[in-house]
């Protein structure tokens, strides 16, 4: 049975994830799974930022710094969950180089709100749902988000009776959410971006030639959207990889999320890892 203070301690890194989470912010959580010899610290849990310990810990202050250190490699990492021995990170703790422990990172669930059910979003909708994402497709024209045009996928489908305000209620607060405005015309792209453009969702990005997209974000900065959040938009959108199918296009798109989430550049890896 679990003793009173390793329950407290239990419910203090609860509350510091339901924190963490309300922010938007990523953490890691670190369990010591395997700890020859020091079996009182055996499942003994931290919660972590990059520098700092947030909930939770041990006795053992060696031990605990060397796993607060580690937790900015593991977050920059971008790894969802690794198992590390102390030798590989703690190596001068000589009597614990075969001491395991779990990192697991803890972030929200990543969100992509495509705006326009068309052939690109709905082939957007698809793509982003089998890759693992939390998928919001919106439409003004209700045969497009009909639930008999996507059996069973995971896709969360919004009739929108006005765009802003069914854009607005998708975004929430903006975190760890994509934008994907990929609508039939310049007033439907107008109304999506003002409303996304009051909230601060991690990427947007506007689908359309140079020409059509750069007319849309003129027109918004004149009502007098702030230009530093209108270059944030990524327009036109998505990778350049010829993109030519609705599918394919889909796929530039998602590349683009997934790059941006990630921190990735989109070059070729052949470019940095071959020289020749």
């Given at each position: 049975m679990a003793s009173a203070s390793d329950q407290s301690q239990s419910q203090l890194i609860t509350q510091a994830i339901r924190r963490v989470l309300e922010e938007g912010s990523v953490a890691a959580l670190a369990t010591l799974i395997d700890a020859p010899g020091a079996s009182a610290v055996l499942g003994a849990k931290f919660l972590?930022?990059?520098?700092a310990l947030l909930a939770g810990g041990c006795d053992d202050v060696e031990v605990q710094n060397a796993i607060v250190r580690h937790a900015a490699t593991f977050l920059g990492s971008n790894e969802q969950t690794r198992t590390f021995k102390f030798g590989e990170f703690a190596p001068k703790l000589d009597n614990w180089q075969d001491a395991r422990v779990l990192?697991?990172?803890i972030e929200l669930e990543p969100r992509v709100v495509i705006c326009g059910a068309g052939h690109v979003g709905a082939s957007l909708a698809r793509l982003a749902a089998l890759v693992g994402y939390r998928v919001t497709l919106i439409d003004d024209r209700a045969e497009f988000v009909a639930r008999e045009a996507f059996p069973g996928e995971a896709v969360e489908l919004v009739l929108a009776q006005g765009w802003s305000s069914a854009v607005s209620d998708a975004i929430g607060n903006g975190r760890s959410v994509s934008i994907a405005?990929?609508?039939r015309g310049h007033k439907e792209d107008e109304e999506c971006l003002r409303a996304v453009m009051l909230r601060a969702p991690d990427y947007v990005?506007?689908?359309g030639s140079k020409r059509r997209t750069r007319f849309v974000l003129n027109k918004l900065r004149d009502e007098g959207f702030a230009i530093e959040k209108l270059a944030r938009v990524r327009a036109p959108i998505g990778l350049d990889i010829g993109a030519v199918s609705p599918e394919e296009?889909?796929?530039a798109i998602l590349a683009e999320i997934v790059a941006a989430r990630r921190g990735g550049t989109g070059r070729p890896l052949s470019k940095s890892e071959n020289d020749f």
């Open positions: 972590l930022t990059h520098d990192f697991e990172r405005i990929v609508t990005g506007l689908i296009v889909g796929l």
